[in-house]
């Protein structure tokens, strides 16, 4: 389908963002200051306990909420800044948000085919080219023989299938997920992974992935790390390296924090091919 349905990506930025929920009993930070750059048609896992902020992030790039401060831009839209018809619009073309629980996505009683049509009857008004056909997409997704099939019949993990295909339905430009894989085996696992694969490959959509499944982040060419509402380590193709902020700030690995307690000082030493941090030498 790439031919006739393939994508231009949207960029994304973020910025110094902070996020607050307003709390009864004090306010909860959510973000702190997190500084991302995901170039268009990129595929990107975020990874991160519960509690870490990452859905919060997924949320600040869906347009659901704005920043308590910074700035979240995707594409040429400022997130902070969008009105209510920019929002209709931003929603409409250029971002699709896939949540956790399959149920929230479809309609159970209705058959798949209904479903995309049914994703689809909203989505076309503020695109400036057509969508393929609900048949068209479900066969580019190799997903044409479930399409006679209510929704509610199906195994987990092929409502999993669907539920991307919804998110795909109206063509966004970046497509969100919020973990895919959870309560799924292996199988369904790695079938739900190839779809996605297929979504940014040959659609072409930017891909954001919430996960906290170290295994999925792992087969995503770059994931990024978030604890305690900041970016920590980025992985690039199973190498890990630690991401120093646009403050100058920097967190590092759980394994490394271990052995480096609060309050330990490090030497910084510049040389030819980078820069080292290390413990300076006990006195003699």
Do not use: W
Not at 178 to 193: H, I, K, Q, W
């Amino acid at each position: 389908m790439r031919s006739t349905s393939a994508i231009v990506g949207v960029d994304v930025r973020c910025e110094s963002v902070v996020y607050i929920y307003p709390m009864s009993d004090g306010d909860v930070v959510a973000l702190r200051g997190v500084d991302l750059d995901i170039e268009a048609g990129e595929s990107v896992a975020i990874l991160g306990p519960s509690g870490s902020g990452k859905s919060t992030l997924l949320s600040l790039l869906a347009g659901l909420v704005k920043p308590s401060a910074g700035l979240v831009r995707v594409g040429s839209y400022d997130v902070s800044q969008m009105t209510r018809q920019q929002l209709m619009e931003f929603r409409g073309a250029t971002v699709s948000l896939v949540l956790q629980s399959a149920s929230m996505n479809l309609l159970p009683y209705a058959t798949v085919l209904e479903n995309v049509q049914f994703a689809q009857s909203g989505g076309g008004r503020h695109r400036d080219r057509p969508l393929p056909s609900p048949t068209e997409l479900l066969a580019g997704l190799g997903l044409s023989r479930m399409a006679p099939q209510p929704v509610a019949t199906l195994s987990g993990g092929d409502q999993r299938l669907i539920a991307l295909a919804m998110g795909m339905a109206t063509m966004p430009r970046m497509l969100l997920v919020d973990e895919p894989t959870s309560e799924l085996d292996p199988e369904s696992r790695d079938r739900v992974m190839a779809m996605l694969f297929e979504i940014n490959q040959e659609f072409g959509a930017t891909l954001v992935i919430v996960t906290h499944d170290p295994a999925v982040a792992t087969v995503i060419p770059r994931s990024v790390t978030i604890r305690d509402g900041r970016v920590g380590t980025e992985g690039r193709r199973g190498e890990e390296f630690v991401v120093i902020a646009r403050d100058g700030t920097l967190q590092l690995p759980p394994a490394v924090l271990q052995s480096l307690p609060p309050g330990t000082l490090l030497r910084l030493r510049a040389h030819s091919t980078g820069v080292d941090l290390r413990k300076p030498e006990s006195p003699q």
